[in-house]
């Protein structure tokens, strides 16, 4: 049999690391322009990461009709989706529906885990092995390995010793979790914590939330469609895509991005009044204190705000001291927005304590629970919401060799995460990213960009074929200025402020150079780039021929 270690690698023209959303859509357009291709999936099904995060409470925060494929007229007319905001089964079930509809689970091998790839100089193909030591060979090679991938495993002394049932929401067991009559505690208050806190508090007999730093979170508005409202949107399809193309954010409905977006229309907040400022926050609660024009641009306006939140979290959480802990101590924006369901609320219920690990840090995990500085808290279940190695960690996972032997994991780690468009790295000819850092998708619609970025490496693959390249090859020069493009259209932001470590800036992992790891300058704009780009014959690529 070919494929297996020692024999013959099995030959594709194009192989796709990754069958979530963006590599379900790569197999599929490539396959439609006639190249064998071979999807490569770790996970023993298709969905990336809504096959692996399937915590409780799991929800996107863009809406469905948005946070969809826009390629298929059929299956966006066909798929029903029954809420705004999507919950994670359905979500997973809309990536199965789409790859049976296009027949696509054939060219996906699931419980695939690539292992190394490395990139053949002289014949211009890479060498892809696998965990049980299969090997693939293709000229090209897409990595679709995803931006939030790659979890974090919190360096916590004492975890291995833990005698009570450990979780971790992104790799949650399949058949859930029953936490009835459980003691149990959550580590993290990123999107996750917040979201798995009320449904979790639901269910637990007790439920502690470790938190080390307090999140900014605005109320969700996820409900159900009402009947024949899922029926007008789809009707009115066309006008939605191209709302959703045109927009910054690559979601023109509402969503967790709103906020970046809709501040700029709102008043000032340093020239409002204080009955101006009361008046929002009773209004609007949280979102109130924090919809104005200036928070993102004004560091004195963003500490009122946070004032303003602080005040409207006490109007809903009645302990005045866990109220005053759930007040963040970092500015307002520095990190991806959070919606919830219900997350302030839980603190009012009798079963549910906060233990603020700012005031008392975690000292170990031990052999019955988490031991802080004020004590210890007899734990049956501990379940890790502690977030991703974001952007770079899946790829750097794997030993990807480049030219001369250079290893991707080390470029980035030694230079910091840097790529030419989000598309290519300089060293690492013939490997497309998709998503990759200095693309917009961090602080936008991902499946928007990744349907624009797939339909680039699309039209280069055929353009490549056509001109009869062999090779194509970002240039460190041109990899340089994108980075410094990037770079500089989020100088003086407050997404740099140095007290606030994200998975925006790689601050959430120790020893990763701090650097914001996306294209801000919107999602028409990016798109337009890339296309004036590949218009130009490549500009800041190297195309050669074989030999
Ligand atoms: P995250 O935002 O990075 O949050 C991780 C949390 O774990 C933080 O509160 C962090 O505290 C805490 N933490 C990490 N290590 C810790 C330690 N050793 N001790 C105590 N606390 C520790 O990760 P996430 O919540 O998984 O979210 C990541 C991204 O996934 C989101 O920003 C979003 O893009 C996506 N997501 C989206 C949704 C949605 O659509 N609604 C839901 C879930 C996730 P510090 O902040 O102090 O480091």
Not at 44 to 62: E, H
Not at 460 to 478: H, K, T
């Amino acid at each position: 049999m070919t494929g297996q270690a020692g024999i013959h690698p099995r030959e594709y023209d194009v192989v796709v690391v990754g069958a979530g959303f963006s590599g379900i859509c790569a197999v599929n357009r490539f396959r439609d322009l006639g190249l064998s291709v071979r999807a490569l999936e770790a996970a023993d099904a298709v969905g990336g990461t809504w096959r692996w995060n399937r915590y409780p409470g799991a929800r996107c925060d863009i809406e469905s009709i948005e946070y969809s494929y826009s390629f298929s007229e059929d299956i966006q007319q066909e798929w029903v989706w029954t809420e705004t905001l999507p919950c994670q089964p359905e979500i997973e079930a809309y990536l199965n529906f789409v790859v049976d509809r296009l027949d696509l689970r054939k060219l996906i091998q699931a419980s695939t885990e690539v292992v190394s790839m490395v990139f053949d100089e002289d014949n211009d193909r890479w060498l892809l092995t696998t965990a049980t030591g299969e090997t693939f060979r293709a000229p090209y090679v897409v990595a679709a390995t995803g931006i939030l991938s790659a979890p974090l495993d919190p360096d916590i002394p004492g975890k291995e010793r833990y005698g009570g049932v450990s979780l971790s929401t992104a790799r949650y067991p399949d058949d859930g979790f029953d936490y009835a009559g459980k003691r149990v505690g959550v580590i993290g208050t990123g999107s996750t914590g917040v979201q798995a806190v009320p449904v979790i508090a639901d269910a637990a007999a007790h439920l502690w939330v470790f938190q080390r730093s307090a999140a900014y979170t605005l109320p969700s508005n996820a409900r159900p469609f009402v009947p024949g409202e899922l029926d007008a949107l789809k009707a009115d399809y066309a006008a939605i895509r191209a709302a959703q193309r045109a927009a910054h954010v690559g979601a023109a409905r509402i969503s967790a991005f709103s906020v970046m977006v809709e501040v700029y229309s709102r008043p000032a907040l340093l020239t409002a009044t204080p009955e101006e400022r009361q008046a929002a926050v009773e209004e609007r609660g949280v979102a109130g204190a924090l919809y104005w024009s200036d928070v993102f641009t004004d560091m004195d306006a963003n500490a009122i705000a946070r004032e303003l939140y602080g005040e409207a979290i006490a109007r809903i959480v009645h302990d005045p001291a866990t109220a005053a802990a759930l007040v963040p101590t970092y500015p307002f924006g520095c990190k991806r927005p959070i919606i919830d369901l219900g997350y302030y609320e839980a603190f009012n219920r009798d079963n549910v304590s906060l233990v603020d690990l700012r005031a008392s840090p975690i000292v170990e995990i031990t052999e019955s629970g988490i031991r802080t500085e004020a004590g210890e808290v007899d734990l049956d279940v501990i379940v890790f919401a502690t977030g991703f190695d974001a952007v770079t960690g899946a790829l750097s996972a794997i030993e990807v060799r480049g030219c001369g032997g250079l290893v991707l994991g080390d470029v980035w780690r030694d230079a910091g995460a840097e790529s030419y468009l989000g598309l290519q790295v300089a060293g690492f000819p013939n490997l497309f990213l998709v998503q990759g850092p200095g693309s917009p998708s961090l602080a936008s619609n991902f499946v928007t960009v990744l349907e624009d970025s797939i339909d680039w490496i699309a039209t280069c693959l055929a353009d490549l074929r056509a001109g009869g390249y062999s090779r194509i090859e970002a240039l460190p020069a041109a990899q340089a200025e994108w980075t410094a493009l990037t770079t500089s259209l989020v100088e003086g932001s407050v997404l740099l402020d140095p007290s606030c470590n994200s998975w925006w800036n790689g601050g959430n992992v120790p020893g990763k150079k701090r650097r914001y790891l996306s294209y801000v300058g919107g999602v028409p704009e990016y798109r337009k780039h890339c296309i004036a780009v590949a218009e130009d014959g490549y500009r800041g690529f190297a195309l050669s021929t074989p030999g």
